[in-house]
C-alpha cells in the first residue's frame, strides 16, 4: 500500500513540475531517490510517464496519462449536459435512469439516479458490461460502423443474465431495428429480473458517445410501455446530443 501512495505522489509530482528529474522529485517528495526511482520505473513501465524527448534525465506524463486526463474531462461536461435529462427522465417514469459510456467492447456506468420505488433496478456506479449484454450497450453498439459492428459479434459474446443475446445474425437484426426506431430494449439480458430501454447520445448525429436508459424490474417494465419509454429515452438522448453538440 505504502508503494502505491508513493506512485501516485510520483504522478503527481511529474505532472506539475514535468520535465522534472529524480533529483527534484526526490528533493520535492522528500523521499530517498532509490523509492523515487522504483516508482519512476513503474510508472514508466505502465505507461503512464516516459522520459523528455529533449533529456532523457527527466520525466513527463505520457499519452495516456492525458488520454485517461481528457476522458474525465469528457465524462463531467458529459454529466453536466445530461443531468437535467436525467432529472426529468426521472420525474417522469419514477424508476432508475442510467448513463453509460463506452470503453473498447463494454459499456460503464458513469451517473445513476435511483428509483423511488422499494423494488428498483441498481448498478453500481464505474460497474462495466458487454456491448451486447445491457440497452445502453446495444444503444451504442447500433451505431458504430458496420465492419467495426461485425469484428464485435463475431467474436465470442458472453452471456451475463438468462436473457442475454449472444446470436450474431439475431443481434444484427436487433441492431438495425434499434437504428430504426431510434432506441434499445434489454428484457434481463443485463440482469435477471431486470427490463431496461436506452437510446444513444449522438453529438451532430455521429457515433454514439453514450446512452441513457430507464430501468426497472420486469414486473413494471413491461413489454407494452417499452414504446411509450422508448420515445422518452429518445427525447432525452436527443436534447443531450443537442445540449452537447452546442457546446
Known amino acids: 500500500m505504502r508503494s502505491v501512495k508513493t506512485a501516485f505522489r510520483v504522478i503527481d509530482a511529474v505532472a506539475e513540475h514535468q520535465p522534472v528529474g529524480l533529483s527534484e522529485l526526490a528533493r520535492r517528495l522528500g523521499l530517498a531517490k532509490a523509492t523515487v526511482q522504483r516508482s519512476l520505473a513503474v510508472l514508466a513501465e505502465e505507461g503512464w510517464i516516459k522520459q523528455d524527448g529533449q533529456d532523457i534525465t527527466r520525466w513527463v ?128 439480458e443485463a440482469a435477471d429480473g431486470v427490463a431496461s430501454v436506452a437510446a444513444a447520445i449522438r453529438p451532430h448525429g455521429r457515433t454514439a458517445v453514450a446512452a441513457m436508459s430507464i430501468s426497472g424490474p420486469v414486473s413494471r417494465i413491461r413489454p407494452e410501455i417499452y414504446h411509450y419509454y422508448g420515445e422518452k429515452v429518445k427525447e432525452a438522448a436527443e436534447a443531450v446530443s443537442k445540449e452537447l453538440a452546442s457546446w
Open 61 to 188: 506524463l505520457s499519452d495516456r496519462a492525458r488520454l485517461v486526463a481528457q476522458r474525465v474531462g469528457d465524462h463531467a461536461r458529459l454529466r453536466d449536459a445530461a443531468l437535467p435529462s436525467i432529472a426529468r427522465l426521472h420525474s417522469d417514469t419514477l424508476e432508475t435512469i442510467h448513463l453509460a459510456v463506452p470503453d473498447g467492447h463494454q459499456v460503464v456506468l458513469i451517473e445513476r439516479l435511483d428509483s423511488t420505488h422499494p423494488v428498483r433496478a441498481v448498478r453500481p456506479i464505474g460497474s462495466s458490461l458487454p456491448l451486447h449484454a445491457s440497452s445502453n450497450g446495444k444503444a451504442i453498439l447500433a451505431h458504430l460502423p458496420e465492419d467495426e459492428i461485425r469484428a464485435y459479434l463475431d467474436q465470442g459474446l458472453a452471456s451475463p443474465a438468462r436473457n442475454t443475446k449472444t446470436d450474431p445474425d439475431a443481434l444484427l437484426v436487433e441492431l438495425k431495428l434499434v437504428r430504426e426506431r431510434g432506441y434499445a430494449v434489454a428484457d434481463e
